[in-house]
């Protein structure tokens, strides 16, 4: 069976319905296996995977030498296997990358991204639909027949085998939307959902990574943490992530370019990591210099009617 998938037809960059099921086929999965697995994936990313508990999920970024994100995931385990939760663009780029060092250990890492669907449950009922068709979910992780929920403050991910999200979908009567609304509350929660066209290009501080408990400085050695520990502790990070909302008359995509005002006139501003469109209603995230100010005036390039303004970020990035 085919699940039907609609486009949201609401304003969802202001609201979104008390129940939204998202089909986030944007995503996809690294499943690492193998009695060297999560040790191996330790070492090579910024998180600690060898403190992850049976129902708890982390945010984390596998990146290059030099400390540049190849990739920002989820992470979370089911029984013996470790999973990775990313953009497919990025996933596609990454995935060589960590089996390339992978062959040294006697572990396995996977593309399982056509074998789950991936659902994104928002909304003031969404908790009573998880436990209705899944089973109590009160965890940050939780185990479920054919795969596993994540709870994300009050909304939630299904990561489940496709029969199993087939029939759920079709036993509920639900209209399943498309990854773009949820999205939307994706960069409201200001995460750093790198993909393909700005992998390598950012330290993971420049996306904010430290403020959602993606990286630990106290886990030892991997992949990068020379360059990510010395921008912690010596300083020099001069980028950060910002959430951005307004309207533009242009179809815009990562790869569109920010100009900022500045006192001789707009200058490119920065980079757009994750965005999304309602009509001229833009909302996205950015890597901008940290030092903007919360009135500057931004605008989409090539747009001169286009206006921006900066959101508030719902963390702080002021280090403990």
């Not at 979910?137 to 403050?153: F, H, K, T, W, Y």
């Amino acid at each position: 069976m085919t699940i039907s998938v609609n486009q949201p037809d609401w304003d969802f960059i202001a609201t979104y319905p008390a129940l939204m099921l998202s089909s986030l086929t944007h995503m996809g999965l690294i499943e690492i296996t193998g009695e060297q697995g999560r040790s191996f994936i330790h070492g090579q990313v910024t998180t600690d995977i060898t403190s992850l508990g049976e129902n708890e999920w982390k945010w984390g970024a596998h990146c290059d030498p030099k400390g540049k994100m190849l990739a920002s995931f989820r992470t979370f385990a089911i029984a013996d296997s470790l999973f990775m939760l990313l953009p497919k663009s990025a996933l596609l780029l990454d995935l060589p990358h960590l089996q390339k060092y992978a062959v040294f250990s006697k572990a396995e890492l996977a593309n399982v991204s056509d074998d789950y669907h991936i659902i994104g449950i928002a909304g003031a009922e969404a908790q009573a639909f998880v436990t209705q068709y899944f089973g109590e979910a009160s965890q940050a992780l939780n185990l479920v027949d054919q795969g596993a929920i994540i709870r994300d403050g009050e909304r939630f991910i299904a990561i489940v085998k496709r029969a199993t999200a087939e029939a759920i979908i079709s036993q509920s009567g639900q209209t399943l939307f498309d990854a773009t609304a949820w999205q939307a509350l994706e960069i409201k929660a200001g995460y750093p959902n790198i993909d393909a066209a700005h992998s390598g290009q950012y330290v993971a501080q420049m996306c904010n990574l430290q403020a959602i408990n993606g990286i630990s400085f106290t886990k030892g050695c991997y992949m990068g943490q020379e360059t990510i520990a010395r921008m912690k502790y010596r300083g020099g990070n001069k980028r950060a992530l910002y959430i951005l909302s307004g309207t533009s008359s242009l179809n815009i995509t990562t790869d569109t370019q920010l100009e900022i005002a500045l006192e001789d006139g707009f200058r490119r501003g920065g980079n757009i990591i994750e965005c999304v469109q309602y009509g001229d209603k833009v909302l996205l995230t950015a890597v901008l210099p940290n030092d903007t100010e919360n009135n500057a005036q931004l605008r989409i390039a090539n747009d001169e009617s286009s206006q921006l303004s900066i959101i508030e970020l719902p963390y702080s990035l002021v280090d403990a």
